[in-house]
């Protein structure tokens, strides 16, 4: 009787994976190249004419100084971008606040508080509000005085303006001259905020933006 034959199967042998190198610095690369471009003109110089060690010199110190710029760009760039975090973080505790800026608000059929700044000699003091295209609505006077006022957002024959954006100006008066035209700061309501290249942008209720270093104040919603 024929014994059976016994197989032993063969455990394969793993192909080891080839590690991907590491990428090398941009930098160490560039220096790397500029020692070789260095070394192959001292190599074909003209032994008439060579190359002074103050020259060769003065080209190390050209390339330390771009090495030096660049990587201080980078830092830069870096401490920027953190910076914009963490200002982000802050400025989302700003939604739902009130910020006061000169930007147009939003006019829903409530009073607009308005806060003019008029020149103290001026013996003519009005306020000018504009519609979202820039177009003069109303104009009205107003004491000459920094206390805020308010506009009822009402023509003079008692009919509502449209809701929508409005913005506001004070003109300041003396003897019938134009002294000053000046935007007037109001409140609006913050809904958002972003983040446009270096600057953090708050969206005002109605969909104003301003930019967060503009505004001026900021309260409770009233």
Known sequence: MIAPTS????TATPIPRATPPEPTPVLTSDFETFLQMLTAQAKYQDPLEPIGSSEYAAQLAQFSMVEQQV?????????????????MAQMANWIGMEARTTAPVKFDGAPITVNPNPVAVADDVQLVVYDVNGTEVQRQNIPVS?????????SEDGTPFTNGLYRFEVESRANGELLLAEPAETYARITEARV?????????????????????????PA
Request: glycine content about 12%; overall charge negative.
């Open 196 to 220: 446009d290249g270096t600057d953090t942008l708050l969206i005002l209720e109605g969909g104003t933006p301003v930019i967060a270093s503009s505004v001026t104040g900021l309260r409770e």
């Open 71 to 87: 990587l201080s760009n980078d830092l830069l760039t870096a401490l920027t971008s953190q910076l914009g975090s963490g200002n």
């Open 146 to 154: 920094s206390a805020p006022v308010e506009w009822a957002g009402v």
């Open 7 to 10: 197989f032993t199967s063969a």
